[in-house]
C-alpha cells in the first residue's frame, strides 16, 4: 500500500471511529446495524476499517453516511463532492467543481469499487 494510500485509510478509519464513538455506540452495535444493511462485516473488521488496515467500499461508505447521517465529504475529508444512491442501490459520485478534480480522483480510487475511476 503507497504512503499516502494508508494516510487516507486511516483518515477515514478514524473519522468512522469518531462518528461511531459520537453517535455512542460500540464496535459490536455498530456491526449490528451494518447488518441490517446487508452487510456481514465481523467486529474485527470494523477494527481494521477504524485502523486504516481496510478500505472500505462505495457502498459501505455510503452506508455508514446513512448511518451516522452524513454526507460523505465529511468522512472523505473533502467538499468538492456529491453522492447518490439510486434505487437499485448504484452510487454516482459527481464534482462540484473541476478545481480539485485529479485530488478527487485520487480520494475516490481509494475506494475499493471505484478503482478504474479516470
Known amino acids: 500500500m503507497k ?3 494508508e494516510n487516507f485509510n486511516k483518515d477515514i478509519g478514524q473519522k468512522i471511529k469518531e462518528l461511531r464513538q459520537e453517535k455512542g455506540l460500540s464496535q459490536n452495535e455498530l456491526v449490528d ?3 441490517k444493511y446487508n452487510k456481514m462485516i465481523t467486529r474485527p473488521t470494523l477494527s481494521k476499517i477504524e485502523s486504516g488496515k481496510n ?35 448504484d452510487i454516482i459520485i459527481s464534482l462540484k467543481t473541476r478545481k480539485n478534480r485529479k485530488q ?6 481509494n ?3 471505484l478503482q478504474d475511476l479516470d
Open 3 to 5: 504512503k499516502s494510500e
Open 33 to 35: 446495524i451494518l447488518k
Open 55 to 89: 478500505k472500505i467500499s462505495a457502498h459501505m461508505l455510503m452506508d455508514f453516511c446513512d448511518i451516522f447521517k452524513v454526507d460523505p465529504s465529511k468522512i472523505l475529508h473533502t467538499k468538492d463532492i456529491v453522492t447518490l444512491r439510486t434505487s437499485n442501490n
Open 104 to 109: 478527487i480522483i485520487e480520494i475516490l480510487k
Open 111 to 113: 475506494l475499493k469499487t
